[in-house]
């Protein structure tokens, strides 16, 4: 990020960029699902404050770890072009989701990825699995699950591209709402910083993501709700996919829009309505 910024604006090198690296609560707390102690927020809540008291004029999520709803006084100013979006199956056992042997132990965090895979695969048993890629990587050595499934644009981000595995096509394993996605969040009347990272902002991405989390925000999703969403850009419009499964995966409801880019967060409110209607159930079940 600080070196996209200096390329865009090279007077900044001369009082330089600071970085200053804030560990969140969702970073510290590695011993407990995240649904249990405050869902999405956990990732957001102590940079947003330094943001709101001034201590930093910029932050860097991940965008799928963002709530819908923002405190008073902050935005999501741009977000980056996307990386890879697909979730990829890394296994001791098997080189696919289909190949794992009856009753795998597979390790995940995720109420999405362990609801998609008792849907496909209910015979497979799924232990809680969190940590950084290097922790959870050392937990399958150790036996404590055969397969993981990790997001691929955190792996490329990281240079990891050593960890290879089975990538997860979105037909088959839809990922979760703004995965692959960066954006920066700035303060609403900073203009100084807003004009900075404009010209780093990335229109399709935009679209995609003004879908997505309009599907998310319909279904008042959190890291309580299995919910997956992703847009794609398909014959000049956009192409938005959506899915909520029951956390046991015996149900799954999807659906899908197509239309202009310019109605992106119609098409997710849209899409978003007829689910919120066909899995009423399941979301009841979470509330």
């Known amino acids: 990020m600080r070196d996209r910024l200096l390329a865009h604006s090279p007077h900044l090198s001369e009082r ?15 011993d407990r699902n995240l649904a249990e102690i405050g869902g999405k927020g956990l990732f957001t809540k102590e940079i947003e404050e330094a943001l709101l008291d001034g201590r930093v004029d910029l932050a860097v999520h991940s ?13 999501l100013a741009v977000v980056l072009p996307r990386e890879d ?7 001791t056992e098997a080189t696919s989701l289909s190949s794992l042997p009856q009753g795998t132990i597979v390790g995940t ?3 999405r990825r362990r609801a998609q895979l008792l849907h496909r695969r209910p015979d497979l048993r799924i232990v809680d699995f969190r940590g950084n890629v290097d922790t959870r990587l050392k937990k399958l050595h150790d036996g404590v699950a055969a397969a993981t499934i990790l997001a691929r644009a955190g792996l490329n981000r990281l240079g990891r591209t050593d960890i290879l595995g089975d990538l997860l096509a979105p037909e088959d394993f839809l990922p979760a709402v703004a995965q692959g996605i960066v954006t920066v969040e700035c303060r609403e009347n900073d203009a100084e910083t807003l004009a900075l990272v404009a010209p780093l902002g ?3 991405t935009q679209q995609s993501a003004d879908a997505e989390r309009a599907l998310l925000r319909e279904l008042d999703g959190s ?8 847009a794609v850009h398909d014959d000049g419009g956009l192409w938005l996919r959506g899915l909520v499964v029951a956390p046991d995966g015996a149900k799954a409801v999807a659906g899908a829009r197509r239309g202009p880019t310019g109605d992106a967060a119609a098409l997710g409110t849209d899409l ?6 066909k899995a009423s159930d399941i979301l009841a079940s979470l509330s």
């Open 223 to 230: 890291c309580r709700t299995p919910i997956a969403g992703y």
């Open 16 to 30: 330089g960029v600071a970085i200053e690296v804030i560990k969140t609560s969702g970073d510290r707390i590695q």
């Open 109 to 111: 965090s995720s109420l």
């Open 202 to 204: 990335d229109a399709a």
């Open 272 to 277: 978003g309505q007829e689910l919120l209607s």
């Open 85 to 91: 979006a697909r979730d990829v199956l890394i296994s």
């Open 63 to 75: 965008m799928k770890d963002m709530p819908t709803v923002l405190p008073p006084g902050l935005c």
